[in-house]
Structure formats: C-alpha cells, structure tokens
C-alpha cells in the first residue's frame, strides 16, 4: 500500500531573508556604492546562485581585485550579508602612446576610476599627434542618487584634426593622399543613461560642438576645399540608443551578449546649423573558453544620410587594422571584428596575453550629389568629394587584416598598460604595427 505522503509534491528549500548587509575590507570604496553594485539587500532572498551573481557583478565594475560574499546565519532565521572586498588602485597618471600608420604622437593621461569612493570616474588628457591633438574632460557618475540603474555623463573636448583623403582602393602598397584638410573644433555633451532589469539599456546623449574647417594643403594633388572655410558653423546633435547588454568583464575576460540600435539626429530643431542623420546598429558578444580564454565578437552596421566632412563614416587604422588610419571614407559601413584572446604568463600582478585577430569591414557611398557638392540650406559648402570619388560613385571598398598581438594588464589597477599589435593587410599585402600606450580617451 503506497504512502500518503508519496503522491506530495517535494518542495524546495526555502531561502532564508537577509536582515543586515555588512562591507568588509573596501578602503575606499563606499558600503553604500558596494551594496548599490551587489543589487542583494535587506528584505531580499539569498542563495548560493545569489551569492555567485553578486560577486559577479561586483567584479565587473573594474573596482576590485577580489570579491566574497557569503552568508551568516542569525538567531531569528534570517541571514546578515557579508561583503568582503579588496580595493584596486583606482587613479593612474599615465603617459598616453599612438603609434599606427598616420597617426603617431603621444600625451598624458590622469584617470580617477572611484573619485570620492563612489565609483564616478574622472578623466584629464592631453595629446599630441600627427592625425588628432587636443585636450580632453570627462567625467561619468554610473550610480546617479545611488541607484545603479541611472547613469550620467558629460563631456568636454578641444581637438584639431589632420584629415587625409587617399586614393579609393584598398589594394594600393603606399596610398596616396590626394587631399588634406584641418580641422579645428570644440565640443561638450552629456548623456544620460537607463538600466532595466541589469540588461535592457537605453540612452539619450546630446552634443554641441563647433566646426572650422581650414584651407586644403597646398602641397597635395588636390586643393578644392573639402569643407568652406570661413566662420565656424554649430553642429548639434541628439543621439538614442536602445538595446541589450549583459556583457561581464572579469580579470580581463569578457562574457555575454550586445545588442543595440542608434539613431542620431542634427537639425535646426535641435540647435544645429546642419541636417544629417545617422543610424547604427552594433553587436558584441563575448565567450568565455578554458578558464581565461575569451572569444571576442563585434559587429557594426552604420548608415549616414547627407553626413557633412567632419561626420562621415572612416575605416583603418586601430578601427581595421592593416591599413592607414582612416584611409577609407563613406556613408554606409558594415564592420566585422573577431579576436581570441588567451594567456601567455604572469609575473605577480602582471598578466600577459596574446590575441589573435580579424578585421573586415565594407564601406560604400549610396547617394552622392551630381555636382559633387553637399550643400547646407544657406548654399555653403559642407562637402566637396573628390573627382577619384566621383569617378566610381557606387563602388563599394571591401578591405580585411589579420593579424596577432600582445596586451599587459596589471591586477590592482583599473586601467590596462598596454597594447600592441601586428596587422597584415590582405588586399594591400602590407604590413603594419599599432601601438596603444596608456588609455587613449574617446
């Protein structure tokens, strides 16, 4: 005869109450911001697997070289949270290296990963190179009235850019420059941020910078201006991005997926003295493999409609290695990238790790004016292609390098030291080197 009892449904432990969060071990880092960052507090239900996903999450703020959470059972029942963390050195003073083809030079760096022990981030540079110089501020609060889900940031920047326009193709051994043009401009803009459910992500970011564009180099083979020169002109722009991310950084490997979709627009509806748009589309996944492997995935789509000079989509350099930095221009751009990143070694705190790599991207004009001038509503000239350009409007550029490189990341500090890299250029069979020194700010 069958038991009572056989036919009752087994019922799963219940998980006990957390009745106190306790913060152990953080010299700099607020209880507050810990608790904020681990997302497990009084009232809540605790196990293992939430234990397991706090760690996580305190790990992937970059903040900490160790994390532990566990549980202590109370006379009543319920449990007090432990938190014990281990601080990295959160600022660095930094010198700051370029070394790609077309674009070498060097700065300084001061960066602030936990100013004021609440995880907001500040960063001071200032750089001079061959292809972009200038002087950058930014600063980032990721847990704005304490909340993780609502993120803030504003930007600053004073640039002056050499933008060189080479022959189309990408099979060329040393491309030529047809056309250089500098650049002057100024900029500031702030986002602000929402997180739901710690993966649904969605942004809204609003730029004002002003433009002047100076006469072509008369050295080069053409001399007609890429952009009027005369009085600076505002481009404004407000920019949506929606999507999903539950991307984790540990110790240098990074796991889960990217999804996401943008929309940029600049009217004078928004301050602006231009009207482009911009819409993109971006996926990045991450794979963790053996422990400290990682497979890292990256795919864009962009699409501009009547982008002016200084907007226009750009590939090469560190964005597609193997040929020079932004030797290819458009407004359609589809970019593929894959990198396996594996360890090599360490020396104490200092981890070495090699990669290998592929960057394949495709980048076209779709509707260029008959005239070859761009045009803003008061007649000035926002972009005059060049007649190589014009010659073959509805070419598209397909370019590929792989290659292999090093990178160094030291365990108690934030930021990583260095990166270098060797690109082989298969439509052009050439061979370049990049070199990031430092962290460059963008």
């Known amino acids: 005869m069958a038991h009572a009892d056989e036919d009752m449904p087994v019922s799963e432990p219940q998980r006990p109450e957390v009745a106190e969060v306790t913060v152990e071990g953080a010299n700099k880092t607020t209880s507050s911001t810990v608790r904020a960052f681990g997302q497990l507090d009084v009232g809540d239900a605790v196990d293992s697997d939430e234990l397991e996903k706090v760690e996580r999450r305190l790990l992937a703020t970059g903040l900490f070289q160790d994390v532990h959470a566990s549980t202590e059972p109370l006379p009543d029942g319920r449990v007090r949270l432990v938190l014990r963390v281990k601080d990295k050195a ?37 750089q001079v190179s061959t292809g972009e110089s200038g002087v950058y501020v930014g600063f980032l609060d990721p847990i704005v009235f304490g909340l993780p889900q609502l993120k803030f940031s504003l930007e600053g920047q004073l640039r002056s850019d050499r933008v060189d326009e080479y022959r189309p193709g990408a099979s060329q051994d040393d491309p030529e420059i047809l056309r250089r043009t500098r650049f002057n401009s100024a900029s500031i803009s702030s986002e602000l941020g929402f997180i739901l459910f710690e993966r649904v992500r969605a942004a809204a970011k609003y730029r004002v910078s002003s433009i002047d564009a100076q006469s072509p180099d008369p050295e080069k083979p053409v001399t007609t201006q890429a952009f009027s020169t005369g009085p600076s002109l505002r481009d404004t722009s407000l920019r949506f991005m929606v999507g999903l991310d539950s991307r984790q950084t540990l110790h240098a490997v990074t796991e889960g997926l990217n999804l996401e979709g943008s929309y940029e627009v600049s009217v004078p509806g928004v301050w602006s003295e231009f009207r482009y748009r911009k819409f993109g589309i971006l996926y990045r996944h991450g794979l963790r493999f053996f422990n400290e492997h990682n497979l890292v995935l990256r795919g864009e789509l962009a699409v501009g409609k009547d982008l002016p000079f200084h ?30 990143h594996f360890p090599l070694f360490k020396v104490k705190s200092l981890a070495f790790r090699g990669l290998g790599f592929s960057d394949t991207g495709v980048i076209a004009w779709r509707d260029l004016p008959s005239d070859g001038q761009l045009r803003d509503a008061s007649g000035r000239l926002i972009r005059g292609y060049l007649p190589q350009t014009m010659a073959s409007p509805d070419s598209a550029t397909l370019a590929q390098g792989v290659g292999a490189g090093l990178r160094l990341y030291l365990n108690n500090v934030v930021l990583p030291l260095l990166g270098v890299d060797v690109a082989y250029g298969v439509n052009s069979g050439q061979v370049r080197f990049y070199l990031v020194a430092g962290v460059t700010p963008s």
């Open 90 to 126: 959160s600022w660095v003073v930094a010198p700051t290296v370029a070394l790609s083809s077309a674009n070498t030079g060097g700065g300084l760096l001061y960066a602030e990963n936990n100013l004021g022990g609440r995880a907001r981030k500040l960063a001071l540079a200032a």
């Open 311 to 340: 907007q226009e989509l750009v590939m090469g350099g560190t964005t597609l290695r193997g040929f020079q930095y932004r030797q290819f221009r458009g407004d359609t751009r589809v970019t593929f990238t894959a990198e396996y």
